[in-house]
Every structure is written in structure tokens, then in C-alpha cells.
């Protein structure tokens, strides 16, 4: 049956799809990732062994000044005169070399500072010096100092007060930052060569798994194109357990496509032979100019109609169960064709009743359908009262499958005709208009989508009772 415009919901044409754009390949994507995580944890990790190695040299360094300015202490005493001088001679030669980079000097008081030969005519601006007595470092201050052009210095100083004297004496040791620069230039060289090496080495091992991991993908290609040019119909070669689901849902859609094929296959050499009957038919008549041929054509042309119509019914089911999974509202359905069918058969009466809220997944244009068929031929061959029930109170609830009954009370079927009046083209009644495919949709349609239809003897209304069974949409 279909409903009048304006009646059920309308499903409007998909739009054509568009051309999905190809996007990075999962090479490439993958192999940015492993790049810059790389780059990041290298140079993380390059800057912080870098600043540990530069600050143990630094403290190497600062070590052999304190060392230095140590043996400076040590080593000193009060003349009479109560100035500072040593009483052994300082183990490193380049204190004597003018200009050699290692310097010591000694002021305090009022006393001319006293440096060592190494700093020639030169003298090392202290800052505990500077204080006039009232700077007073107990322990070792270091620091840079760029006081010599062209010759950055570390120093390292410390202010004490000698036995027999009671002025602050600054002893300081300075060097020439020039050899700790240079081992720290060689320390950076290394580590940058070494990182450089390492991500380099990191970065084609990335790549080098990124393309045997993905080597499965190829193989899948591979076995695809196989099937496009051997025509096999299956993926059978071995592929590892992470892309083993996308070959079986790849398997699956095969076998539904062929299904989908053969039912195509099948329903065009139904309608063929369907249709060679009445093609000969009319052959026949025209070719002997037989006295009945208009009534012969319109005879066979309305059961050429019956089989059309029938396959065509079946065709739209099997296209837009295809499509996916649909959910449609049973009560409104069977509203919209109460409204149509209450316009055919104004002097019946039709009732609606039941769960209203109940879903299947069908197409609504499938279900008007089914319901349409169904209800019509109710309201026709009955005795004017129909009654249609959704999960009906008195039959047990199928929590997968929605119960449908719709009742008459006419004469109903005999229970040995409840199989043949399936059949297309059977009518028990055949004084009322009618082709004889509304059952036959109705069991097609039904079924193609996982569902049922089957006859028997309505208690409330006495006469047809059937029973359609639909899978509800989850």
C-alpha cells in the first residue's frame, strides 16, 4: 500500500558522496611523531648532561684554586716587620712565569698588596679587599672577574686573620678561565656530535620499524589487489593478530556483497521468468490476431504489474536494509496508515493500541508498508472492525523481536490456506479488487529484514489474526 502525500515521513534522497581527500600517510605521521619526540628527548637530555658536565669542570677547577689558595695559607706567617710572607716557596712555577695565567696576591691593612711575580706589574681588584676591613669571608668566596683585557679570570679568595697579627688578610689565587673554556668547548663539541650521531642513528631505526610495521598494510594491499585480479573471494594469506580483524571484517563485507549479488541475481530471473508467461501470452494473441486481444493484454499486462510491483517491493527492502540500521517509532507508522486507510474505508472502524514507544529496525517506508498491506486488506475483507496491537498484554514480550497484531472480524482464512495465501497472485476472495501480493510483500519484506508473518484466529474479534514479528532497534 502506499499512503497519500502528506502521510508518513518522507525519506529524502541521500546526497551522493563526496570523494574523500586522501590524508598524511601513516608513514609520515608516524615518522613526525617518532621525529620530534626524539628531538625533544634529545636535546632535553643533551642540555642537562651538558650543564652536569660544564659544572664538574667548573668545579674541578674551583677545586685546584681552593686547593691553591689552601697551600697560600698554609704557608704564610707574620715577619717582624707584621707583614705576610712564606716560609716555603709555592710548589706551582707558573706563579713565577710573568704572564703565565696563575696568579696570587695578599692585601690587608694598610699594607701595599703583595702579588705574586706572575702578575708582573698588574694587581688583582679583591672584592674582600675592597671592603676596607669590613668585608670578612670565612670561607672561600670564587668568582669571575674580567678585569685583565683579553684574559677572563676565576678567583678565588678568602679573608683570615693570621697568628700574631690582627688585620684581615685577603689571600686570593686567580687563573686564566682559558683552559676550563676550552675543555668545556671540547666537552659541548663531543655531545653535539655524539647526540647528533644518536638521533640520526634513532631516526632511521623509526623509520626502519615504521616500514617493516607497517609492511602488513602492504600485504593487504597486496592480497586486495589479488582478489580484484585472480577473482578470488577471500583474504586466506596469514597476517598478524593486529590486522587479522580488518581482514575479517574485509571477509565479511565480501560475503555480503556477494549475498547482496546473488539476491539481485535471483530477483531479476524471478521477474524474468515471471514476466515470459504473459510476454508469450501477448506474443501469441498478437501474432494470430486473436478477436479478445484488448482483453488480453489488460489481463496480462495486470499480472505483469503484480510481478513488477512485487520485486520492486523487495528490491527497496534489500537496498535500504543496506544501507544500515534504522529506528522507527511502530505507533506512528500505524497512525499514519490508520489516517489513509480510514479515508479508503470511511465507514470502518479502526483501533490502535499498545506499547507507544516501541522501535524496529526498519525503514519507515518498509514498515508503512508491511502495516499498510496488512491493515488494508483487514479493513477490506473483513466486517468493518479492525484492531491492531503493538507488544500486545497477553503474549509474552521478546525483548529482540516487536509483536504486532492486527485483527478483523470477518471471516478469516481457513487454517489450510494460512501457507498458500502467501504465494503471489493468490486471492480466496476474489470478488473485491486486488492483486494478490500484499501477503507476499508483507512475508518478503518481513523476512529480509530478520522478521516474521504468520496467520491464525483472532479470540476478540473472530475472524484473521496476523502476527508480524520485527527486530526492535537497540
Known amino acids: 500500500m502506499t499512503l497519500p502525500a502528506g502521510e508518513g515521513e518522507g525519506v529524502p534522497e541521500a546526497p551522493a558522496p563526496a570523494v574523500a581527500k586522501p590524508r598524511a600517510s601513516l608513514a609520515r605521521r608516524m615518522g613526525l611523531i617518532a ?137 686570593a689565587v686567580a687563573s686564566a678561565t ?45 592480497a586486495i589487489q589479488k582478489l580484484r585480479t585472480t577473482g578470488a573471494n577471500r583474504i586466506t594469506d596469514p597476517l598478524p593478530l593486529e590486522v587479522q580483524p580488518l581482514v575479517e571484517e574485509l571477509n565479511a563485507l565480501l560475503e555480503h556483497s556477494e549475498r547482496q549479488a546473488e539476491e539481485a541475481r535471483r530477483h531479476a530471473g524471478n521477474l524474468a521468468h515471471a514476466l515470459k508467461t504473459p510476454l508469450t501470452v501477448l506474443t501469441n494473441a498478437a501474432t494470430a490476431r486473436a478477436p479478445d486481444l484488448g482483453d488480453a493484454v489488460m489481463r496480462e499486462t495486470r499480472t505483469m504489474q503484480r ?26 507508522s500505524a497512525e499514519a496508515v490508520r ?27 518498509d514498515l508503512d508498508e508491511l502495516l499498510g498491506n496488512l491493515i488494508e486488506n483487514a479493513a477490506k475483507y473483513g466486517g468493518g472492525s479492525v484492531f491492531v496491537t503493538i507488544d500486545p498484554d497477553e503474549a509474552e514480550r521478546d525483548p529482540k523481536m516487536c509483536l504486532i497484531w492486527v485483527e478483523d472480524d470477518g471471516a478469516g482464512i481457513p487454517e489450510a490456506e494460512r501457507i498458500r495465501i502467501f504465494d503471489r497472485g493468490v486471492r480466496l476472495d476474489t470478488g473485491k479488487p486486488g492483486t494478490g501480493l500484499g501477503l507476499a510483500i508483507v512475508r518478503d519484506v518481513a523476512e529480509i529484514y530478520g522478521g516474521s508473518v504468520t496467520l491464525g484466529e483472532s479470540e476478540d474479534l473472530g475472524g484473521l489474526l496476523v502476527e508480524l514479528r520485527l527486530p526492535r532497534a537497540e
Not at 121 to 141: I, M, P
Not at 344 to 365: C, F, H, K, T, W
Open 178 to 222: 682559558e683552559q676550563m673554556d676550552a675543555q668545556i668547548g671540547r666537552v659541548r663539541l663531543i655531545l653535539i656530535w655524539s647526540f647528533a650521531v644518536l638521533g640520526l642513528g634513532l631516526l632511521v631505526m623509526a623509520l626502519l620499524q615504521i616500514r617493516y610495521g607497517l609492511s602488513p598494510l602492504r600485504r593487504v594491499r597486496a
Open 35 to 171: 621525529a620530534g619526540w626524539i628531538f625533544v628527548l634529545l636535546l632535553g637530555g643533551g642540555i642537562a648532561l651538558e650543564r652536569t658536565l660544564t659544572a664538574q669542570v667548573e668545579a674541578n677547577f674551583d677545586e685546584q684554586l681552593d686547593y691553591q689558595l689552601t697551600a697560600m695559607i698554609a704557608s704564610a706567617e707574620i715577619d717582624a716587620s707584621g707583614e705576610v710572607w712564606f716560609y716555603r716557596t709555592l710548589g706551582d712555577q707558573r706563579f713565577l712565569e710573568p704572564g703565565s695565567g696563575l696568579y696570587w696576591q695578599i692585601s690587608g691593612g694598610n699594607f701595599e698588596p703583595w702579588p705574586s711575580r706572575s702578575l708582573w706589574d698588574r694587581t688583582l681588584r679583591l672584592q674582600g679587599a675592597q671592603g676596607k676591613g669590613e668585608h670578612f669571608d670565612s670561607e672561600v668566596h670564587i668568582y669571575n672577574s674580567d678585569q685583565f683585557r683579553g684574559e677572563p679570570l676565576r678567583i678565588a679568595e678568602r679573608t683570615v686573620i693570621l697568628p700574631g697579627s690582627e688585620t684581615r688578610w685577603t689571600f
Open 307 to 332: 510481478h513488477v510491483d512485487h520485486h520492486l517491493a523487495r528490491a527497496r527492502a534489500v537496498g535500504r536494509r543496506a544501507v544500515g540500521h534504522a529506528r522507527t517509532n511502530v505507533m506512528a
Open 339 to 365: 489516517r489513509a486507510v480510514e479515508r479508503l474505508y470511511p465507514e470502518g472502524r479502526l483501533d490502535i493500541a499498545g506499547d507507544r514507544n516501541a522501535l524496529v529496525s526498519l525503514e519507515r517506508q
